[in-house]
């Protein structure tokens, strides 16, 4: 069964970094697939903030996070990462990790990032 856990989440002070960590189990992270990070606010609507592809390494972020946030994979590990620095109070958010695999998308449970002025 495809399964997602998001970890490393927590509360940080504006200007402060945090890895966030998501570990696949269910599949491989050999075979071609987009792994993405989204967040999403509370009252707000789901936001991208970044996508990887675990072969070949194609990355993209949204606006508002390049230049602060990275996105990474250790395929041996099937885990993508997200390092946060620079994180401002917009930051606020629960961060899902999610891919989709033969027609079926796929969610962790989320992780809650919270960062205070």
């Known amino acids: 069964q495809l399964q997602l856990v998001e970890s490393g989440g927590g509360l940080v002070q504006y200007g402060g970094s945090l890895r966030l960590s998501c570990v696949a189990s269910?599949?491989?992270?050999?075979?071609?697939?987009?792994m993405r990070w989204y967040r999403q606010a509370p009252g707000k609507g789901r936001e991208l903030v970044a996508t990887?592809?675990?072969?070949?390494?194609?990355?993209t972020y949204e606006d508002s996070v390049k230049g602060r946030f990275t996105i990474s994979s250790d395929n041996a590990k099937n885990t993508v990462y997200l390092q946060m620095n620079n994180l401002k109070p917009e930051d606020t958010a629960v961060y899902l990790c999610s891919t989709r695999i033969d027609l079926t998308t796929y969610w962790g449970q989320g992780t809650q990032v919270t960062v205070s002025s």
């Open positions: 990887i592809s675990t072969t070949g390494g194609t990355i």
């Open positions: 269910g599949f491989t992270f050999s075979r071609y697939v987009i």
